[in-house]
């Protein structure tokens, strides 16, 4: 055959060479995506099955969200008991001012019978019943034991043990139906066992209120103003000096 049949035979050809390798290609791209489809069609079917198993929607999806389960009602979270604690001192120390009573307190007359000495201001706190939670659930305390409690290191508010330290002044907040010699009498009855400064020994102040705490006949908020916060500091500055020696957290404030 001429050289121009024989050229055009062979363009021909590689044309049909390329034009079937141009077919082939999309083949192969089709086969390659169809795995994602089958893939989806699995997530699909997983979430699908974690709804009827009543998982969470984590389970079996592409996107899972935080894995950090929600608490459920009535379930103790961090921190409960702490804040329980210092939400019924809170509602102690200022139920004279929501509550009638034949002796209320007001804050003002706290700092002023209790420090005095203007750098001598750190209270101590302890009450009795100390129970966590809405509820107490406990057994009920008689009015003459109470007394009693809020002078022990199991009632503080604070890892302290005020017994042998020297009180500066003292104040009792009661709750609950009872009288001022109810208290005058407890009073005097506790105050064998305290040390006190030779030239305050009469520094008690007392807070009635009679609405008692929900659930519990009577209750005593105590507030001391101690020598037994020096242990407290002590413990502090232990612990700071400790890290301070090590230079560490120093970097925050250079």
Not at 31 to 49: G, I, Q, W
Not at 131 to 158: C, E, I, W
Not at 169 to 193: C, E, H, P, Y
Request: aromatic residues 6%; charged residues 15%; positive net charge.
């Amino acid at each position: 055959p001429p050289p121009g049949i024989a050229s055009s035979s062979g363009s021909a050809t590689s044309a049909a060479v390329g034009t079937t390798s141009a077919k082939a290609r999309p083949t192969r791209r089709s086969a390659s995506a169809a795995p994602p489809a089958k893939r989806h069609e699995t997530s699909v079917d997983n979430s699908s099955s974690a709804r009827q198993l009543g998982l969470p929607n984590s389970v079996g999806g592409r996107r899972p969200t935080s894995s950090a389960v929600p608490a459920q009602a009535g379930q103790e979270r961090p921190f409960d008991r702490m804040n329980s604690l210092v939400a019924h001192l809170l509602n102690n120390l200022t139920s004279s001012m929501r509550f009638e009573g034949s002796l209320n307190l007001d804050l003002n007359e706290i700092t002023m019978n209790l420090v005095p000495f203007p750098r001598m201001h750190f209270l101590l706190s302890s009450m009795s019943p100390l129970y966590f939670g809405k509820d107490p659930r406990m057994v009920s305390r008689g009015f003459h034991q109470m007394f009693a409690d809020v002078l022990t290191q199991g009632n503080q508010l604070m890892n302290v043990d005020p017994r042998g330290s020297t009180y500066m002044a003292l104040a009792f907040l009661v709750r609950g139906s009872t009288s001022v010699s109810d208290v005058n009498r407890n009073i005097s009855r506790v105050r064998k066992q305290l040390k006190m400064l030779p030239f305050n020994e009469d520094a008690f102040k007392i807070g009635l209120c009679t609405v008692p705490p929900k659930g519990l006949p009577y209750s005593v908020l105590h507030l001391a103003n101690t020598c037994a916060a020096h242990h407290m500091f002590g413990h502090t500055v232990r612990d700071f000096s400790r890290l301070y020696s090590r230079k560490a957290h120093v970097h925050h404030y250079t």
